[in-house]
């Protein structure tokens, strides 16, 4: 699997590849993941298109972190199944998209640029200011201020999660890996909290770092 | 089933009851309707809570939308399933209750109280009232330059109706039901129009509309 990488080429940040590297240990898959920058479009051209993570299993391509989840449940349906049966994963993965990961990349978007590799700053720069009308530093200004905005956001989470162990209900599914992604992406490229500690979705993330035998815990990133 | 009634005795505007009145429809099951107001606390005390909908069946009485939802599933299943069973569904109830209904009240407040009881009026008005530390009026000032604001957060629903028939899927679930019942409570109370006609949101609100025999759609309320 293509996965993005920052400067520190250990450094895997995408959430839309933490989704899929939490997949596949969901489903007990070994892969191996060969690190991308932005500015390697190239690289995967053969996939037909330009982003990560692009997935390589035998003679089959996959790009896109939603496809690549499909072509998992289809073609391993005798391993654990991460729950997409229901239209409701649907509903979540367009409320991370649009409402989770504009946010966050509102507070974090200038640490992003300084764990990105020299090649691919420029590019980040130029696509992120242009998207914003704004600097990325003017972006980041008075980020500490924002902190209850994205609390707010969250309530729906939070409240779901005290009602009930992971989203997708009793055990983990490709629900929680889509949020959980947001939340790791973060991680690995910042040492900004967003989280309290005593927060149940600081409970709920720390649940998803330490499973698979600790993948999300021992990643490349900040001991937030 | 007691549910929520307003001035007009037929106009049944509860979102929580039109979650259950859909759910019912569903299973295909018949249930008497009572109406009730917001001051009739008495009446419904042997539920052991003072809020709607509560359901009797037989020697059952259950109150609160939730558990309803959840008995008819176990009391019914080899009726039409409600599709619960996945936790993204406990999103979808809190994301309409904490992010989409107080949406809605803001633009809608003054209007739900005008078509309330005059017995519920001053309660109504009182209790929203201290709850915003606004008059309702104040609440509604310039609600038309606030569409863009419900646009912004309709986001995710109308992405994933973009993707597939249904919030649950290829057959409508109790989250459609969730979801359907803000909108629904919107248009028995008023006329201000949300949804625009070529919204992919609009069009699956006119698909609920019309299911169950057009249930929905024969209630007392705005052609909107």
Chains 1, 2 share one sequence.
């Not at 007990?28 to 991308?36: N, Q, R, T």
């Not at 049966?85 to 974090?108: Q, R």
């Not at 600097?135 to 309530?155: D, G, H, M, W, Y």
């Amino acid at each position: 699997m293509y996965d993005l990488a920052g400067a520190d080429e250990n450094r895997r940040f995408s959430p839309y590849c933490w989704r899929i590297r939490m997949a596949l240990a969901h489903k007990g898959l070994e892969v191996e993941y060969l690190p991308w920058h932005f500015v390697e479009k190239d690289k995967i051209k053969f996939s037909g298109q330009g982003k990560v993570p692009v997935l390589i299993d035998g003679s089959n391509t996959i790009a896109d972190s939603w496809e690549i989840s499909k072509y998992l449940e289809s073609t391993y349906p005798e391993r654990p199944s991460l729950k997409m049966d229901n239209g409701e994963v649907m509903f979540i993965k367009f409320w991370t998209e649009t409402v989770l990961h504009p946010e966050i990349l509102k507070l974090l978007v200038l640490d992003i640029h300084d764990n990105l590799s020299p090649e691919d700053q420029p590019y980040f720069r130029e696509t992120r200011e242009k998207r914003f009308g704004l600097t990325l530093e003017q972006v980041v200004v008075n980020r500490q201020e924002r902190l209850p905005r994205i609390q707010k956001i969250l309530t729906p989470l939070r409240s779901t999660l005290s009602k009930q162990k992971y989203l997708s209900g009793e055990t983990p599914g490709f629900s929680d890996y889509i949020v959980f992604g947001a939340f790791q992406w973060a991680r690995c490229m910042s040492g900004f909290l967003i989280l309290n500690a005593d927060d149940i979705i600081y409970k709920w993330r720390d649940k998803m770092l330490n499973m698979h035998e600790g993948l999300a815990l021992s990643a490349v990133g900040y001991p937030i």
